[in-house]
Nanobody, 116 residues
Framework: QVQLVESGGGLVQPGGSLRLSCAASGTISRFKFMGWYRQPPGKEREVVASIPNIGSTNYAESVKGRFTISRDNAKNTVYLQMNSLKPEDTAVYYC??????????WGKGTLVTVSS
């Protein structure tokens, strides 16, 4: 059973930084794409950033220049470095993996709160 486990969320002041991690059980090379989504309070889930096994990263316009997604295949982990955080970045952040064999996996989420 493939599992994705997020960590690194918490409370941070506006302008601060956090790094989220998504650890996979087993190799992440099985995933054609991995990504981070978020769900702000009272809103729908939205894509934040994605990274393919081969190719370029993609970002939502709202986080371009502030967030960076990366993957470490040796550690089976995907990261989301978040800088210059704003109150509107407050959300539950979810890790997502889409496998080459057509199955999509989700983590349980980690809460990020940006507040003074």
């Amino acid at each position: 059973q493939v599992q994705l486990v997020e960590s690194g969320g918490g409370l941070v002041q506006p302008g601060g930084s956090l790094r989220l991690s998504c650890a996979a059980s087993g190799t992440i090379s099985r995933f054609k794409f991995m990504g981070w989504y978020r769900q702000p309070p009272g809103k729908e889930r939205e894509v934040v950033a994605s990274i393919p096994n081969i190719g370029s990263t993609n970002y939502a316009e709202s986080v371009k220049g502030r967030f960076t997604i990366s993957r470490d295949n040796a550690k089976n982990t995907v990261y989301l470095q978040m800088n210059s955080l704003k109150p509107e970045d407050t959300a539950v952040y979810y890790c997502n993996g889409y496998a080459y064999y057509g199955v999509e996996y989700w983590g349980k989420g980690t809460l990020v709160t940006v507040s003074s």
